[in-house]
């Protein structure tokens, strides 16, 4: 059927090809300049950059990873972000849907309430923060870290719960109530099933957020390095090679942190990108 | 010409108490100054007083944990670990003491101080170190006139405070009070390659002319004259005009800058500093080095890409792993700018540095001091110049050791410059928004954007607005 | 007794989400909207109240101004290009295979490119501003430059010349960016019925027509939650300026940004009660921003 296509339209195509490598290329050659700097000496960095690595140099690795605990902090980083996304989730959705299915009063004021949360810059509150995490006990602890992050994920995830359950029909929540089923029941059993695209997409987009977060844990772990998060890692990294001029160091810790999560992304792209996809739609 | 801190130049370097720095190469490093006062009792201070004890004179309970913070940069923080915390688990056997090694000091520690949780020893030094005149203020650091007057671990008969130069004594104070140790000696002025000199048969430039004269032989064989980095530490480039400016001036122009004085820094010295280098800059300099951090100016310094850069005797011990066989750390004074400079060719920067603080109101201050008074110990100071090549303020600490090039260099230089030896300036550390602003606004002066004049009368500007600011607390100074 | 079971449903709900919000961001908040009236100096136990002063002293302050300036520029260019290129990218790869044979059909490779595309987004921040200080390298050495030193072409001081600093900065947003709303717009677009565009296409109309007569409006609202989510991110590139431009939004205050200047004026000046009416002023920036957004939005109802 492609076989008819006049020849304007296979120069379109190739232009279109043309754009979208071009952009594929920017997103990679800096990526591929990192990992390749991991294997240079200091004097190939500081020299003509397209040069490759004039040995395949694996000893800076070995030497980011006994330094940067990168092993360390990718699993506290696992911890922190999973119990996190989990609880904000599971919180978000609860309020999320009772603010957007019941009618109460004070409804719209706890809503504007958490939605005033999106407007507050994190870095206004953390000296209070801190007082306020030490208060109960959790400074230094993943736990207080989780909590937080939950706390400072749930105006965004409230607000756009909220639309999306707004969407939702109102036949399928009256019929199983008319059937019976209690509200917290409806709610686990039909409309989270039925939310499943937005919440999946909320989803992502919190654990690209706590994934990211550098600040909190900046402040509310200051005093355990063992506790510390991987964006915590490498900005540490990134002053010691400053310091001790260990380039190499600083690139192959880079490309540690970046790989495993390609290798996670690259295997669940087709469902992070089907989730995201069908959440903005809602 | 006649500044007062002209008169006082020989007094201030005996204050830094190393006029003979150097009795031969490597050798009889600071010993000199290791005579001094014999043993009187121990003042008494409010809180901690120091018996005569020599073994344990603040009556630490050998129980305690010691918490001790190390800004972990330039020195890592091995010295402390491996060596400082050592020898105090030595003394007492079977005692906690927890490390914390950061960059980020005030993030970590400012919530703590708040709180009233602190950590007993604080090393306050780097990006984010901490306003010590705030912390003062607030009664958080424990006086350390009680470990001046101690006894020295090595000999019981003197107290520490003969045992280190005296311009710990001197940089020690806060509102007049000894609060604040400083553990490193340090010299500052313009860095080069010694190798590279003597294989071309270049000859260090003692005046402008001649300096100029260099950077244009340089550059036919595209070496740069001079660099700095712009991007994260363009305070060495503010440094170095201060300093340039105390050559021309004598050191006055930098008490008057710290003290706030009036139009200070609207003085002719510091306008003709900043005009040549400035100057330098146009014709010698790369715009390039505008965007590069210290760690890539001094790789390229290392490549040969330029002559001379401002920084301070760290810098060997920085670059130790990249330092190639073709290239020799060694100090050139900054060279006479004027005919009638105040300060002759040869004077250099001769400074104390590295805080180390007690806090007073901790769980262990009497350990923090015994802390400090180890670090004053021979064998901590010694090995704290082994693990690191930099000197402390101990007396004759580094005697017999194998120093290395670049700091044999150093102590040659302090010898040649006899008194001629630039202060230190002080803002740095009491008005932090000032000295940021002008290590922003130096590179503004370097690029061109504007003129020497408009920086000067920038700086004074914000200077007269640190004055009036009453919630800046003001320090002074004398010489 | 089925209202008082929906009201104890609704308050269970509601109530650990509540708590946890309330004690860990509004307390913290309030304390700060507290300080704003201070001279808090970070240490002291002791605050002084000063009333409005700080917030006087904000309208003589040049980096405030100088930050909300840029915080301008950035509102505007970073949603409009990310927007633009996602839109354009998305449409070459959902589209670019033409409106004819079995439907719309994506090019060959578009899932490669989406994956490709999307892929800053899960970098940490701290790594994508390490990473583009190497790019941005103002010697020829950089990678940009070396690039360009091919071509014969100076070094450029990407980060150094205040002409270009800020544009550099939103460059690396933009860059981080796109993946994201590509897969937002493709999705739209995928979800666009065929019959749409084989109806326009039998009228003859051209791909670029095609875009902005069906697929554009249709996406409207997608778009306009992508709008939402840049607007907030302008406010922030904290990480970003931190490592790209240093503390002091080098050069010349080009690249100074509000949460910048805050930290600094509360954590290395001490100045916290100042600082905090900073963070307050900036509050109200945003909210302003958000409320004008929400009016333009209406995020209630969605239809396609």
Not at chain 2, 34 to 39: E, I, N
Not at chain 2, 75 to 83: E, H, S, T
Not at chain 2, 121 to 144: I, K, R, T, Y
Request: aromatic content about 12%; charged content about 15%; overall charge neutral.
């Amino acid at each position: 059927m492609a076989r008819n296509d006049p020849p304007r339209r296979s120069v379109l195509a190739g232009l279109s090809h043309i754009a979208l490598a071009v952009w594929a290329l920017l997103i990679i050659l800096p990526l591929l300049w990192t990992f390749l700097a991991s294997f240079k000496s200091n004097t190939e960095i500081f020299g003509d950059p397209l040069q490759l690595p004039g040995a395949l140099r694996l000893d800076s690795w070995g030497r980011a990873w006994d330094k940067a605990h990168i092993g360390r902090y990718m699993f506290n980083t696992v911890i922190v972000v999973f119990f996190g996304t989990a609880g904000t989730m599971v919180f978000g959705s609860m309020a999320a849907y009772v603010l957007a299915r019941y009618r109460f009063a004070g409804n719209r004021l706890i809503y504007y309430y958490f939605v005033a949360g999106l407007a507050f810059p994190v870095f206004l509150a953390l000296g209070p923060l801190f007082f306020v995490v030490k208060q109960f006990g959790l400074l230094d602890s993943h736990i207080g870290l989780i909590l937080v992050y939950i706390a400072y994920s749930l105006p965004f995830t409230v607000f756009f719960l909220a639309a999306f359950f707004r969407t939702l029909p109102e036949t399928v929540a009256e019929a199983a109530r008319i059937d019976g089923a209690s509200h917290t029941r409806t709610f686990f059993q039909i409309m989270v099933p039925m939310a499943k695209p937005g919440l999946v997409s909320i989803t992502i987009f919190n654990v690209l957020g706590q994934w990211n977060q550098y600040l909190l844990p900046l402040v509310l772990l200051a005093g355990d390095p063992d506790k510390w998060v991987l964006t915590q890692g490498i900005a540490r990294i990134s002053t010691l090679a400053g310091y001790e001029a260990d380039w190499p160091g600083l690139f192959a810790a880079l490309s540690m942190t970046i790989l495993p999560v390609m290798v996670v992304y690259i295997i669940f792209q087709r469902q992070i990108q089907s989730g995201l996809g069908a959440g903005a739609l809602k | 010409m006649t500044y007062p801190g002209e008169i006082t130049r020989r007094q201030l370097l005996r204050r830094i108490g190393m006029t003979a720095f150097v009795a031969g190469p490597g050798a009889g490093l600071l010993s000199a100054c290791a005579t001094g006062g014999g043993g009187g009792e121990p003042s008494a201070a409010p809180t901690i007083s120091a018996s005569a004890d020599a073994k344990n004179p603040f009556g630490v309970d050998p129980k305690k944990p010691l918490e001790v913070v190390i800004f972990s940069g330039g020195y890592g923080d091995a010295y402390a670990k491996d060596l400082h915390e050592e020898l105090y688990k030595k003394e007492f056997p079977g005692v906690t003491v927890k490390h914390n090694a950061t960059q980020a000091i005030g993030t970590q520690l400012r919530p703590r101080f708040i709180s009233g949780d602190v950590p007993d020893v604080l090393n306050n030094s780097g990006p984010e170190s901490m306003d010590l005149a705030a912390l003062a203020a607030e009664g958080h650091l424990a006086d350390l006139s009680v470990l001046f007057d101690a006894p020295s671990i090595d000999d019981p008969a003197k107290k520490v405070r003969d045992t280190v130069t005296p311009a710990v004594l001197d940089n020690a104070k806060i509102d007049g009070k000894d609060l604040v140790l400083n553990y490193t000696v340090s010299h500052r002025a313009l860095w080069y390659n010694a190798k590279l000199f003597a294989a071309r048969g270049w000859q260090l430039p003692k005046t402008w002319a001649e300096f100029t004269a260099l950077g244009d032989t340089a550059k036919q064989e595209d070496i740069l004259l001079f660099a700095y980095p712009g991007q994260k530490g363009p305070y060495y480039q503010l440094w170095n005009v201060l300093y340039t400016a105390a050559k021309i001036g004598g050191n006055q122009v930098l008490i008057d800058i710290d003290n706030l004085v009036d139009n200070a820094w609207n003085a002719e010295p510091m306008k003709q500093a900043v005009t040549a280098w400035v100057d330098v800059q146009a014709k010698y300099g790369d715009k390039a080095y505008f965007g590069l951090d210290h760690t890539q100016t001094q790789i390229k310094q290392l490549q040969n890409k330029l002559l001379f850069y401002p920084v301070g005797s760290w810098i060997e011990n920085e670059m130790a792993k990249e330092i190639p066989d073709d290239f020799e750390y060694a100090i050139a004074p900054i060279p006479d700018v004027t005919a009638a400079d105040a300060m002759p060719y040869g004077a250099i920067q001769v400074g104390v540095g590295e805080n180390f603080v007690v806090a007073a109101k901790g769980k262990n201050p009497q350990g923090g001091l015994e802390y400090l008074r180890i670090m004053l110990s021979k064998e901590g100071a010694r090995g704290f110049t082994e693990k690191t090549e930099n000197l402390t303020v101990v007396n004759g600490a580094a005697e017999g050791l194998d120093l290395p090039a670049g700091l044999r260099s150093a102590a040659r230089a302090q010898d040649a410059a006899g008194e001629n030896i630039i202060t230190d300036a002080r803002f740095e550390g009491w008005y932090k928004e000032l000295f940021d602003y002008g290590t922003q606004q130096i590179n503004v002066v370097m690029a061109g954007r504007i003129t020497p004049e408009d920086f000067c009368a920038k700086m004074q500007k914000k200077a007269d607005a640190v004055k009036k600011d009453d919630a800046v607390a003001k320090q002074t100074r004398s010489q | 007794m089925e209202r008082l079971r929906k009201y104890g449903f609704v308050a269970g709900f509601l109530a650990v989400p509540l708590v946890l919000y309330s004690v860990f961001v509004i307390s913290p908040y309030v304390q700060a909207f507290q300080l704003s009236l201070t001279s808090w100096n970070g240490y002291s136990s002791i605050v002084q109240y000063v009333g409005l002063d700080n917030f006087g002293r904000l309208f003589g302050d040049e980096v405030f101004w100088q930050a909300l300036r840029n915080h301008g520029v950035i509102l505007l260019v970073l949603p409009i290009v990310t927007i633009a290129i996602a839109l354009f990218l998305s449409f070459l790869l959902n589209l670019g295979g033409g409106p004819r044979g079995a439907g719309m059909r994506g090019v060959w490779g578009s899932t490669f490119y989406r994956v490709v595309f999307f892929f800053p987004q899960v970098l940490a921040v701290a790594v994508v501003g390490v990473l583009f200080q190497a790019v941005y390298r103002p010697d020829a050495d950089g990678v940009i430059n070396g690039v360009l030193a091919r071509f014969g072409v100076e070094p450029v001081g990407w980060l150094t010349e205040p002409g270009l600093a800020l544009w550099s900065l939103i460059a690396v947003m933009i860059w981080q960016g796109v993946g994201f709303y590509v897969v937002l717009f493709s999705a739209g677009m995928a979800a666009i019925p065929k019959d749409y565009f084989e109806a326009a296409a039998l009228d003859g109309a051209g791909r670029v027509r095609l875009f902005f007569a069906i697929t554009l409006p249709l996406l409207r609202d997608t778009v306009q939650v992508g709008w939402i989510y840049l607007g907030i991110a302008a406010f922030d590139g904290f990480a970003l300026v931190q490592v790209l431009a240093g503390d002091k939004g080098e050069p010349d205050g080009a690249t100074t940004i509000l949460p910048v200047t805050i930290y600094k004026t509360a954590f290395a000046y001490n100045k916290v009660g100042y600082a905090c009416a900073m963070g307050v002023a900036l509050f109200f920036l945003t909210v302003t921003f958000a409320v004008l957004t929400l009016r333009t939005t209406r995020r209630e109802r969605v239809e396609l």
